[in-house]
């Protein structure tokens, strides 16, 4: 991956090449919802557009507050790059990896369960209700994915790679362009196929993420990061052995307890 150094060369050519594909992968986010209304309106007609429109705005909602979070991190991760803080860097794509892992999985039963209180809110019509509702509940379902290739992308470019994530929301999105179609009507799933052809699509791009981030500079870190762990503790136990804590007296040394 080619990554971007704001510490040399042209600081306003490297920002520019590097945001375009930042703004260019959070408008093909946007664009799933489009896609699948478009698929929608032109194969089930007014009444399933009505429905999957009002559903998109809780969606969209909720995709404006998971980028708002991935900003975020974004900053904190880019300041421990800034810092070349290798061991930094790792802890804090652990603890993010758990925070949005929790997030996601709270967002997604509350967003199943309240599917239909929150379509009443907005005063969605009682003839729609269903279908929102199912759109609605599976949207929620992979919300997982969702936060999942979202937060790969925020790692890549907190190392100086935005490019590799707009390949991979673009490919998210031609999949769904594709699948619509074939689950709406060829598997005459109806609005649910439409939903699940967003929710795989994410999905599949979430899984090829994690494949191919064995390749990627982020988990190098955390391999590093983990081999390094790992050492300290066989080194301590190893000096531990044969003797209790109480008999020996320990000093702090660069971050770690050291024996002596």
Do not use: H
């Not at 490297?14 to 489009?34: C, E, K, Y």
């Not at 769904?176 to 939903?195: D, E």
């Amino acid at each position: 991956m080619k990554a971007y150094d704001f510490t040399q060369g042209n600081v306003l050519k490297q920002l520019v090449l590097f945001s375009m594909p930042i703004m260019l992968g959070n408008a093909l986010q946007v664009s799933f919802q489009f896609i699948d209304s478009l698929w929608i309106g032109n194969l089930l007609g007014a009444k399933a557009l009505g429905a999957a429109a009002v559903s998109s705005t809780v969606v969209l909602t909720v995709l404006s507050f998971i980028l708002g979070l991935n900003n975020a991190t974004l900053t904190i991760l880019s300041q421990q790059k800034g810092k070349d803080d290798v061991k930094g860097m790792a802890s804090y794509i652990n603890a993010f990896v758990v925070l949005l892992t929790g997030l996601s999985i709270g967002f997604g039963a509350a967003g199943f369960f309240l599917s239909e209180l929150l379509l009443r809110l907005l005063k969605t019509p009682e003839s729609m209700i269903p279908l929102a509702e199912t759109y609605l509940q599976i949207q929620f379902i992979g919300i997982l994915f969702l936060f999942g290739y979202n937060f790969i992308s925020t790692v890549l470019r907190a190392l100086g790679d935005s490019k590799t994530p707009l390949r991979f929301i673009a490919f998210a999105v031609v999949l769904n362009t594709v699948l619509a179609p074939l689950f709406i009507s060829v598997f005459r799933m109806g609005i649910a196929g439409a939903a699940y052809s967003t929710i795989l699509s994410q999905g599949i791009a979430f899984f090829v993420w994690v494949v191919l981030c064995r390749q990627t500079q982020a988990c190098a870190i955390l391999n590093s990061e983990n081999a390094q762990v790992g050492r300290v503790r066989a080194d301590f136990e190893t000096r531990d052995s044969g003797r209790s804590a109480d008999d020996g007296d320990y000093r702090r040394y660069d971050g770690d307890y050291e024996c002596c």
